[in-house]
């Protein structure tokens, strides 16, 4: 099985930035598209940021567009999550996702990783 483990979420000041890494296994990492959601207390999982398999496409939700950018480094077997100019209403748990493509993004899914923003 495809196991994800996010890290790198915490407690930040608005306006701080964040890094969050999701660290894959299995050999064949770089056959994956990959993608970022979050959920906030009381409110549905919603999509976040995702990257096809080569990382020549990547795309946002139109929240974050401007602010973060999702990358990955298929040598490390790892996505990243840049996020910048952080939001209250940016708190939420982040997950990372992973799936055969763009379309099928949620096969696979991380424990989650707790990110604050303070006023």
């Known amino acids: 099985q495809v196991q994800l483990v996010e890290s790198g979420g915490g407690l930040v000041q608005a306006g701080g930035s964040l890094r969050l890494s999701c660290a894959a296994s299995?050999?064949?990492?770089?056959?994956?598209?990959m993608g970022w959601f979050r959920q906030a207390p009381g409110k549905e999982r919603e999509f976040v940021a995702a990257?096809?398999?080569?990382?020549?496409?990547?795309y946002y939700a139109d929240s974050v567009k401007g602010r973060f950018t999702i990358s990955r480094d298929n040598a490390k077997n790892t996505v990243y999550l840049q996020m910048n100019s952080l939001k209250p209403e940016d708190t939420a748990v982040y997950y990372c996702?992973?799936?055969?493509?763009?379309?099928?993004?949620?096969?696979?899914w991380g424990q989650g990783t707790q990110v604050t923003v303070s006023s």
């Open positions: 990257i096809s398999w080569s990382g020549g496409s990547t």
């Open positions: 299995g050999r064949t990492f770089s056959s994956y598209a």
């Open positions: 996702a992973a799936g055969g493509s763009l379309l099928h993004l949620t096969d696979y």
